[in-house]
């Protein structure tokens, strides 16, 4: 490992320079304008792996976009290890909230700011550069491995899951990881062992054929944003509860050691506030924070919009009103079922005088993990070796819909093993990852390679 | 007059090239990059007042857009008739629904198509092109003429108030007219007396510094705009009721005979469905539709946005989001004091988690009229000479704030005979005003002014 050590320090500003070119490129997977960016990401990541030593690196197409697949099979009777990792990014705007470009990556305060920075280009990005190392400096890998990277995370894996249905055998192994959940804090190393399902839908309101001068028919007509103002308001109480009928049926309640033990955890919301800039936390009555994000279903609206959007004032009725919602989902949650029941909810409380249509986007299944797995139980002790703390067993309140497709689909078990921090932006503007994490990250993860093979072999 | 209309039906393709040439220039108040486009409606009416034999023409400044005088005042003895008009346009979107260009003149099917057509360029270049009709062909004018033309109607006219206070000398009248009503419908003129009052805000929504990533925060605090949705719901009820407190209160009951006399009117509210294209109309219980829109007043979303509008989905929740209402104000509600109640609402109801701000723009105070008055009586008989169908006496939903204006500051009886159809697409996408209208609307002008002389001689 000295040699690993060594290895990662005389290559760092290097593999900092090629990190920055992968961020350089604006592969948002939502929008169809960035469709060649998309597939040039991939195709960076063919180059990188090759020249990591990497082998049967391929670029597999799919109706969306292309899947990058690698592996090293040479660590007879070791263990096989399937990572995955994503390329593709979230759209940016607010554009006007970057301090800098988005896809101008840029290095200041011990942080490399970019979208995707760490979510999750960057910790992709560390993997391969974690397996080169120990290939350039031990001449071999202690675990055999297989890495499945994809450009369609961000819209919620739609091609992933026959892939995976279909080549179940091409990606056998005895344990996935993925580097895609923040650590709980600076130094504070996490395993999450929970994720939230997703379900979205677009909500379009449609009132009268064209927008109408609110004077000449104020008082007239239903006003489409007033409707689905209506509408959405309908679905969700004052106390943050949602009010879809059934949305609560299929939700296991968390043990009480489990909310004990969330209870435990270093979280002041105090601190989150501050963070935030916000006065007060708001959400579902009776549950502690921590609790309303991991354990808790949730109904967010992501975007609204409907009528004048300019400057000053424009005295219209609009004639269309539209809105994107999420629902994040916890176990036994059915995404289907949820938009069934959130379409039954529309139906019944449509206002009067227009028409509502719904179309749903990308679901998940909500996932739980057992924390008493040797696979988890090495990755603990490998954080534990390079930060010198324990790893804390977390849940996250995001989605990753393919730990749910591989946990269903192979029977994995599944370490969830994120190097990102909670304040580095998510899907917001100014996405960062720190860098003290990018190098601890990088000896943790080789670390844990040696640690998977000699586990396996008790 | 046989000679005047001899000239109008000579001079009938000249006046319509002319008329083109004013509709092609984007003279939209609202926005600040059409500013030199305002000020170019501007000039090009100055040197069209000053070919049609005005006198005394000029470009006012104020501290928005110009506005345009102009006189003609020797017919001694005569009555004096202020005319105003606005030069200024509403804003085009969504530009994707005009089947030609806004600011490309079309005539099809007797129609001329352009933002403007009807509301109000159309109609103000009537006026100068009955008075030149009238010097062309009679050498002179039977009464007294002042024309005030101006640059901010459609922003709430917020410079015409200093300007009326400081000048009512110069624009001293006994009667003002304006052409910025619709008649009732095809062949049916119409007299409005009375117009609805204006008050708008804007509401802006701030939530947590930036964006959230609504997996890993959805739970933990408010979505801005679900607080904007809730705060917008408390606003209306499901009948359509305004449920700010005191909204009501200052509302003058119209008497039960003008009650009676709007459901003589020929209204049909299927006809009114068919042509909005919604299956039923809506508004506040208890009320017709023609009451709905005059005599009662409303509280309208003209605009919504926040958060993520792009293609398929993003999974944020948003910082900010923001709100655009207006409300409509009938006597004696003032819209200070509404704007005031809307504002204490707003402070009552403001979500847990959220910051809400609000920004006052335009305000006009509602008007009546009396139906009694020599000037609108020689109106009506005027349309009837001209149409062969009496003209009914209406109300309008609308607002033209300068006429509560020069009623309140000049104690001035105004006549609002307009030309327009309520079909015309005030305000909305492919806006058009029909020749049939323009050719009899001139006609019925000339014909007003000599009525008006005639009257006032008795």
Chains 1, 2 share one sequence.
């Not at 020249?51 to 592996?71: N, Q, R």
């Not at 990556?105 to 990005?125: C, L, V, Y």
């Not at 435990?264 to 009776?286: A, I, P, Q, Y």
Request: proline share 6%; hydrophobic share 35%.
């Amino acid at each position: 490992m000295n040699d690993v050590r060594t290895y990662l320090e005389q290559k760092r500003e290097e593999h900092l320079d090629e990190l920055k070119q992968l961020l350089a490129i604006p592969s948002v997977s939502a929008l169809s304008e960035h469709k060649e960016d998309v597939r040039k990401a991939a195709a960076w990541f063919v180059d990188t792996l090759q020249k990591a030593g990497l082998e049967h690196v391929e670029m597999i197409e799919t109706k969306g976009h292309p899947l990058v697949y690698a592996d090293w099979l040479h660590a007879k009777g070791k263990p096989t290890v399937l990572i995955y990792g994503h390329y593709d990014v979230q759209p940016v705007d607010p554009i006007n909230l970057w301090e800098t470009p988005p896809f101008e990556p840029s290095i200041r305060e011990g942080k490399i700011f970019a979208r995707g920075a760490t979510d999750d280009k960057g910790q992709t990005f560390m993997h391969i550069k974690a397996l080169e190392a120990l290939l350039k400096t031990e001449g071999t890998l202690p675990v055999n491995v297989k890495l499945i990277i994809e450009g369609e995370e961000e819209i919620g894996s739609p091609n992933l899951d026959p892939f995976v249905e279909q080549e179940q055998n091409k990606l056998q192994a005895d344990v996935l990881v993925i580097s895609d959940t923040p650590m709980l804090g600076k130094g504070k190393p996490a395993i999450c062992t929970g994720l939230r399902g997703l379900c979205s839908l677009q909500i379009d309101v449609k009132g009268t054929k064209g927008d109408l001068h609110s004077g000449l028919y104020g008082g007239a007509v239903q006003n489409s944003v007033h409707a689905l103002v209506q509408l959405l308001d309908s679905m969700r109480n004052e106390k943050g509860q949602v009010m879809v009928e059934g949305f609560y049926d299929d939700v296991v309640d968390a043990s009480p050691e489990e909310r004990e033990s969330f209870a435990r955890l270093d979280h002041h919301d105090d601190e989150m506030k501050d963070e935030l800039g916000v006065t007060e936390l708001f959400g579902e009555e009776g549950f502690s924070t921590l609790e309303r994000t991991w354990i808790r279903p949730t109904l967010e609206i992501n975007g609204i919009y409907g009528g004048f959007q300019g400057e000053g004032v424009k005295t219209v009725i609009p004639s269309e009103a539209h809105a994107k919602i999420t629902c994040r989902l916890v176990p036994d949650q059915d995404p289907h079922q949820i938009a069934s029941l959130i379409e039954k909810h529309i139906e019944g409380h449509t206002p009067l005088g227009v028409k509502v249509t719904t179309t749903r986007f990308d679901t998940g299944r909500p996932f739980a993990a057992s924390i008493d797995h040797p696979a988890i139980q090495a990755a603990a002790r490998s954080y534990e070796a390079i930060y010198g703390e324990p790893a804390v067993f977390t849940r996250m309140g995001g989605s990753i819909p393919v730990v749910e497709t591989f946990h269903r689909l192979m029977k994995l078990p599944i370490v969830l093993m994120g190097f990102g921090l909670p304040s580095e932006n998510f899907h917001a503007p100014n996405e960062h990852f720190h860098l003290e994490n990018f190098d601890k990250g990088l000896v943790t993860l080789c670390h844990y390679w040696h640690e998977l093979a000699n586990i396996e072999e008790n």
